[in-house]
């Protein structure tokens, strides 16, 4: 096999090279790639394979002497008699077995449940901590009501088991329509809750010391289990050799990327940043083509070109920041429609660039051997505890301790969402299950514990709120407060988790938040679902603030780094 080396990268696209050769170059290129990919895919399926089992060898029989009888007909020896076979009426009494409830709960049950109830029935260490006492990452009442039903079960009196869907009543009849139906109903919620204990219980895994949970209130805390199938199933695959991958792969190799170097995640994660900005691209990049043509650029293309940039939701100031380098581009010389687009992508590559570099920090990434505290903020259902979960899945997947502080203790259902999200991820949740607990007492909790277990990472979760709210603003301070005072040294980031489709509005949610939390930096979401894209630009200009990293999807691992040079090629891919 030829080495990763032999194929050289093609010219990147914003060089000047003549179309043809390039375009044969990184199509060569993207093949090789492709070949690598694919050899690396199935040397992993074939290494995932389990090795079939060696039958065990059985010697051959000697060859019979002359006038010897066949193997057949000669008389079985003492060692090859054949073991006498018990006989079906045979039926043990002693040792004595369950009582008859036991019996018939578990004739009834299904062999999962059945092994659940084996498995719930086991002791459990005495010397393990609180949290280790709790099985699984359900929830407590689960768990409760399936221990009761399994001692029920196993009472030496005819009591009933908890009903189980099978066997459900059906409701009574002579009841009028609307009491049929709220019969029915109550009959269905009694089957779903039934079902949800009985899976939950049965799928749970043993804790780990590394996934234990915290709470802070004293009550029976609820451990993550380890990664379930949905986080391992994520795993992206190679799929077919079309316009999408030479695109991603010419799109690493114009940054210098090598065949060695590609990974299928990325190539992967490029094919879903272009699919997510089709909305914007659509109406972006249609209208930019139609305005040049085949024609050299001039003022009165610009002007047009003016409404199409405010169209995507730019931003006036970076608007007209590159209206003013094209315009000085053209009185240098005639500028043909290819080089027009080059030319502008260097200009939103620029303005996208200017936060980072003036932040220090090319990249966000947690400081190794240190604390690092990184708190979501931002409004109300712009998506910050998915994206801290999908945080966490990326940086466990890098090879970082995390921990999971549970501190948007307003919401219904926040801590279940964010204990879920620790469970997918394998990270643990510090959480205060009660109603309306203090957020900066969690915090203070969940800095202790990473301090006591050397955490690298501590991603904090927060309420959602409205720049205008003082009081909620002034609890975000007090947050902060509280990390400064118990983590002087720690690497403190304060990320605003912005929706795209908010357009002009998350810009001023950005230079509100600016002021008042002391933001760090911005995690761009749901770019798939929008055609307003070009906020991102408006953000990184106007509010000054870097973007770090972006959602283009639904999937725990639809959440990367932030890379201008990928997003300006996805949002004007031709």
Not at 320 to 349: H, M, S, T, W, Y
Not at 360 to 384: D, F, H, I, Q, T
Not at 511 to 525: D, E, P, R
Not at 533 to 551: D, K, N, T
Request: glycine share 6%; with cysteine.
């Amino acid at each position: 096999m030829e080495p990763a080396t032999a194929a050289p990268a093609p010219s990147p696209s914003g060089s000047p090279a003549s179309g043809p050769s390039v375009d044969q170059d990184a199509l060569e290129w993207a093949r090789q790639a492709y070949a690598r990919l694919k050899a690396q895919q199935q040397a992993a399926a074939a290494a995932a394979e389990p090795a079939p089992a060696q039958p065990a060898a059985v010697p051959a029989p000697p060859a019979p002497e002359p006038g010897a009888l066949p193997a057949s007909a000669a008389p079985p020896t003492p060692e090859q008699a054949p073991p006498p076979q018990p006989l079906p009426e045979q039926v043990p009494t002693e040792p004595p077995g369950p009582s008859a409830a036991s019996v018939d709960v578990a004739q009834e049950l299904p062999p999962q449940e059945s092994s659940a109830r084996a498995s719930a029935t086991t002791p459990i260490d005495a010397g393990g901590s609180a949290t280790a006492s709790s099985a699984s990452a359900s929830a407590p009442s689960a768990s409760a009501s399936f221990e009761e039903s399994d001692v029920a079960a196993s009472s030496p009196d005819n009591s009933p088991s908890a009903p189980s869907p099978q066997a459900s009543p059906a409701p009574a009849a002579g009841l009028s329509l609307l009491e049929q139906a709220a019969a029915q109903r109550r009959q269905r919620q009694q089957e779903l809750i039934a079902s949800a204990e009985l899976a939950d219980t049965g799928s749970a895994p043993a804790p780990s010391e590394t996934s234990t949970s915290t709470s802070t209130s004293g009550s029976p805390a609820v451990a993550p289990a380890q990664p379930s199938p949905q986080a391992d199933a994520a795993e992206p695959s190679l799929g077919a050799f079309d316009d999408t991958f030479t695109w991603s792969a010419e799109v690493l190799a114009a940054q210098g990327r090598q065949l060695d170097d590609i990974s299928l995640e990325e190539i992967d994660w490029l094919g879903r940043l272009r699919r997510g900005l089709e909305k914007t691209r659509r109406g972006f990049v249609t209208q930019l083509l139609d305005r040049l043509g085949d024609d050299p650029l001039t003022p009165e293309v610009l002007d047009d070109f003016e409404t199409t940039l405010l169209r995507a939701d730019v931003g006036v100031q970076a608007t007209d920041q590159v209206l003013e380098a094209l315009r000085q581009r053209l009185n240098e010389e005639v500028v043909d429609p290819a080089e027009g687009i080059r030319f502008l992508k260097e200009q939103l590559r620029g303005l996208l660039d200017e936060p980072i570099t003036a932040s220090g920090v090319p990249l966000l990434a947690p400081e190794r051997e240190r604390l690092n505290v990184w708190l979501m903020v931002g409004v109300n259902g712009v998506g910050k505890t998915t994206t801290l979960g999908k945080l966490a899945n990326l940086a466990v997947r890098s090879g970082y301790s995390c921990l999971i502080a549970a501190a948007d203790t307003f919401r219904a259902a926040a801590v279940q969402q964010v204990q879920i999200w620790g469970e997918r991820s394998g990270v643990a949740v510090i959480a205060n299950p009660s109603a309306n607990a203090d957020p900066a007492a969690v915090v203070y909790d969940a800095i202790g514990a990473a301090q006591s277990k050397g955490t690298e990472l501590v991603l904090v979760d927060t309420a959602g709120r409205l720049q205008t709210k003082h009081n909620l603003m002034e609890e975000l301070a007090k947050v902060r407060r509280i990390i400064d005072k118990l983590a002087p040294d720690a690497a403190v980031e304060s990320l605003l988790v912005l929706d795209a489709s908010q357009g002009q509005n998350g810009l001023r949610q950005a230079m509100a938040f600016a002021k008042a939390a002391g933001l760090t930096g911005v995690v761009l979401t749901k770019l798939d679902g929008s055609a307003r894209g070009g906020v991102a630009i408006a953000v990184a200009h106007e509010a000054g603030l870097p973007i770090r990293f972006i959602g283009a999807g639904e999937g725990i691992r639809d959440l990367r780094p932030f890379n201008s040079f990928e997003f300006v090629e996805a949002l004007l891919a031709v």
